[in-house]
Structures are given as structure tokens and as C-alpha cells.
């Protein structure tokens, strides 16, 4: 009886640390998290609270070149000012921090890209990658409407900026949604990249984290708006 006893608690101890592990899994780790915050408040333009974070942020472990490639990065979602800002404010932080005898590591720069083939095309395969969707060979809607920036949006983001490898796609999609919901009345677009946060492997319980951070970091009004777009992308996705 004894022996029964004893494996009885022996297996309720592995379920329980299996289930632990299993949780820390779907956490986001805090390299992504600070990625968010220093998206959000960069294309909200909060400089004073970026500081902290850009700081909060190398602490965690992200390299100096993954700093500045989250804050290139975001420039497509919300403009060149934006992202500019947010990297003089990462300049006056490693000033500071190297005055302070503090050395952060410089990280990987982009390796380079040999492929020579049709930059659009590229753009176009990375985009029916990331939306696992084959691309139309007609264009409709806006990019019907405007061309020019369906050429911009495939040859310059999703082939310029998506093929540089400094940071994973599920990093980039933690900056874009992040920017997006940060700026607010974007749901279409939000709603677009929620779902390619889970075609890269980020998973409900991490973009719901997201979501939290985004409340902390950002505001009450954006969280909601983000939560409802949210909630709808994950039913569309276990529908599937």
C-alpha cells in the first residue's frame, strides 16, 4: 500500500512539473517582452518611459543590433520620425550606459543577401510565407486601387526588411503588432499580423500576454481594441 502510495506521489510530481514547463513555454520570454514595450512606446513617441525600457531591454540580453533593427523595423508601421527618435534616444542610453562603465554586446550584424532574382517576387514569397495564403497573381482592393504601394510593400518591407536576419520573424511580428496596436484604427491590419503571429509560432496564451503588456505599457483603450481583434483571430484559427 505503501509502495502504491509512493507512486502515486512520484507521478503527481512529474505531472506537475511537466505541467510547469508546459506553462513556461507558452510564456513570452523577456527578451520578447521588452521587443514589445520598446515598439509600443516608441511609436506612441514615449520617449522619457523608452529610456527605461531600451535599458530594462539590454539588461534582458537583446543585443545592440537587435535594438536597432526592432527600431528600423517599426519605421514601415509608423513612419520615419518615429523610429528615428526612438533611435537617438537608443544613442543617448548607450552613452549613458558606457559612461557608466557599462559594456552591452553589439550582437550579429544582417548576414548578407545573395539572392539576385526578382525583389518583388521575393517579397511576394515571403508574404505568402508568412500568411501561409498563396499570393493572387491579380491585385484587388488598394493595391489594385494603388499600385505603387503593393510594389513598396513587397519589394521594400517584406524583401528588404523581412529578409534580414537579425531578428526571427516572430520577432518582427512582436514589433509590428505592437506598433499597430500601439497607434490604434489600424483593426484591419492588426487583425492580418495576429494571425501570421501564429502562422511563425507564437502562441494564444503569448499574444494574449501581449495584450496585458500592452495594457501596462500603453493604455486601457488600446488593450481593448486590441483584445477584441484578438479574440476573434484565435476562433478563426481553432475553426480551422
Do not use: W
Not at 509512493?6 to 506537475?16: F, K, P, R
Not at 514547463?21 to 517582452?33: H, V
Not at 526612438?86 to 548576414?111: H, Y
Amino acid at each position: 500500500m505503501k509502495k502504491i502510495s509512493l507512486y502515486v506521489a512520484i507521478i503527481t510530481l512529474l505531472l506537475g512539473i511537466s505541467g510547469n514547463i508546459n506553462a513556461q513555454n507558452k510564456m513570452l520570454d523577456e527578451k520578447q517582452r521588452k521587443i514589445i514595450t520598446i515598439s509600443a512606446l516608441t511609436a506612441k513617441g514615449d520617449l522619457e518611459k523608452l529610456k527605461t525600457e531600451l535599458n530594462a531591454g539590454l539588461d534582458a540580453g537583446l543585443t545592440v543590433n537587435q535594438i536597432k533593427e526592432a527600431l528600423v523595423h517599426l519605421y514601415a508601421y509608423c513612419g520615419f520620425p518615429r523610429s528615428i527618435r526612438g533611435l537617438q534616444t537608443f544613442m543617448e542610453v548607450l552613452d549613458e550606459r558606457k559612461a557608466n562603465g557599462i559594456t552591452d554586446e553589439l550582437g550579429a550584424d544582417a548576414s548578407p543577401i545573395n539572392d539576385d532574382g526578382n525583389k518583388y517576387e521575393r517579397g511576394k514569397k515571403i508574404l505568402g510565407e508568412l500568411t501561409q495564403t498563396p499570393q493572387p497573381e491579380t491585385l484587388s482592393g488598394y493595391s489594385a486601387f494603388a499600385p505603387t504601394i503593393d510594389t513598396f510593400l513587397k519589394e521594400h518591407l517584406f524583401a528588404d526588411i523581412f529578409e534580414r536576419d537579425v531578428l526571427t520573424y516572430a520577432e518582427r511580428e512582436l514589433v509590428t503588432v505592437s506598433v499597430i496596436s500601439s497607434i490604434g484604427n489600424a483593426e484591419p491590419m492588426l487583425r492580418s499580423h495576429l494571425a501570421i503571429c501564429l502562422n511563425v509560432g507564437l502562441t494564444p496564451e503569448q499574444l494574449q500576454q501581449f495584450v496585458d503588456i500592452i495594457k501596462s505599457t500603453i493604455g486601457k483603450k488600446e488593450a481593448k481594441s486590441a483584445q477584441k481583434v484578438l479574440d476573434g483571430v484565435i476562433k478563426t484559427h481553432k475553426s480551422k
